[in-house]
């Protein structure tokens, strides 16, 4: 008797772990489908750099998903950050770029926000952040 209901609570201990991970794989096939964007950092750190020197930087990303990633938009908490956004759709797989200009003349310190959009099935709007100080 004892063996019999060690099996049943084993067999219904198992069933409810295959039943979990299916739930979990079949919500994580339904994640991807579609463009995803995963950037390599999320910010850019210029440390100190001096006056007039080279404000460019780049946020590498890669497309995730199983559909072609389009950059709608790419856009600067202020006009002394100038991004550039890939203009031709990224593959599944495939790896793009967001190039930031600082403008290095301005002294003193780097917060800004770079907000980029996206056909991005879980991330469509994502922030972007560069830090540092012009002296």
Do not use: W
């Amino acid at each position: 008797m004892y063996i019999a209901l060690t099996n049943q609570k084993l067999m219904k201990n198992l069933i409810t772990a295959f039943s979990f991970f299916l739930a979990f794989n079949f919500g994580s096939f339904a994640q991807t489908n579609g463009p995803k964007i995963e950037f390599e950092n999320s910010v850019v750190d210029y440390g100190e750099i001096p006056r007039g020197s080279d404000g460019i930087r780049v946020f590498n990303f890669v497309n995730t998903g199983n559909k072609p990633l389009e950059i709608t938009k790419v856009y600067s908490s202020c006009g002394c950050t100038i991004p550039k956004k890939p203009e031709a759709p990224i593959a599944p797989g495939k790896t793009g770029k967001i190039q930031v200009k600082y403008d290095t003349n301005r002294l003193g310190p780097i917060r800004k926000t770079i907000t980029v959009n996206s056909n991005s099935t879980e991330t469509p709007i994502v922030s972007l952040k560069i830090k540092g100080v012009v002296h």
